[in-house]
């Protein structure tokens, strides 16, 4: 019977130190097929040349190198750039290149599809769903690293975990990426330009606050009335907002972050006074500030972005109250690579 090999990258340096000491071999061979791994992007070991044949069958022997394959690439005629990232079990996440005057930003995959229901995202109907591996969402951030320097001639300066999945339901293989996106063996990058969003997990913002984290955190919040939340993300029922608030009080008590609030307005569903005054009461509770998002679409109708009066009424109450606010336009939806809109159509 075959044994299934283990993947490699999914193995930390001291771990590889261990199994080379453990076969009776010096430890410092570990810290050589980790750089092989890592900084020289080797993907067989053949290629690991400094190593014994011996060696490298042996390694062939026990395990295997997983690399992403980006499959298919679109360009929108705004420069954003979609890749459909196949991974080695042939399922395929999406990631996003987003470019501006003077930042490149990868939107990134946490999950193969959504463990969470909301009404709005295309990503939350797909059916299928594994978390993605560490080096799974750190290859995703070293291919748009790649196309940045290619199309635009500098390297990769934010992430946002925007794209497919719930990164809070992923925390463990989310944090060893970023881990090894920040660390100098990495990609050297700071925290502080990476964005992490979630729906809302209470007790994983928790942790992230106990583990004294040092990226910056955003709420997809949408309403802040339980009812119109629970409507249109119905795990809040689970996790309602007090108890998010809760939780948003002490990330900010324990890291003095503010708090970004991701939020669309929807005509007829949060687009009243009443949903603007209950946004400001819950952005008191932490220094917060407010992304008012565009809403894309993704097919049936029942959502509509709101109208502009709408939005205004939104940005001049928010900020007669102090509290941050910027509209935000979606970028790449001639390719469907906007916020929400990933879905692997192809
Ligand atoms: N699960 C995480 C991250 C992925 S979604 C989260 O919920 O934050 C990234 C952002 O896109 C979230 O703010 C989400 O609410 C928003 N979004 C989802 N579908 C959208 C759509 N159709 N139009 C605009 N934004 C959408």
Redesign the pocket.
Known sequence: MEIKKKDIRALTKDQLREFFQNQGDKAFRGNQVYEWLWNKGAHTFEDMTNLSKDTRQMLQDNFVINHIKVDVMQRSSDGTVKNAVRLHDDLIVESVLIPTKTRTTA?VS?QVG?S?D?K?????RLKRMRNLNPDEIYDQVVAIDRESRLYFDRPLSNI??????????NYNNVLKAIDKITSPEGLAMSPKRIVV????VPKMIKKMADDDVKFKL???L?SAIDEVRTSI?PFNATFPLATLREALVYWYEKTKNRITY???VWEGINDKRKDVDALVEFCKFAPSKVNL??????DDGI?QQAKSEAIDMYQKVLESNNITVTVRR?RGKDIDA????LANKE
């Open positions: 939107c946490s959504c969470l909301c709005f995202c295309a990503t939350a946002v975990f925007m794209g497919m999945g719930e990164p809070l339901m969003s979630t729906s809302g955003a709420v997809s949408h993300m991701e939020y669309v998002i565009e809403y894309n679409p993704i959502f979606s906007a916020c929400g809109q």
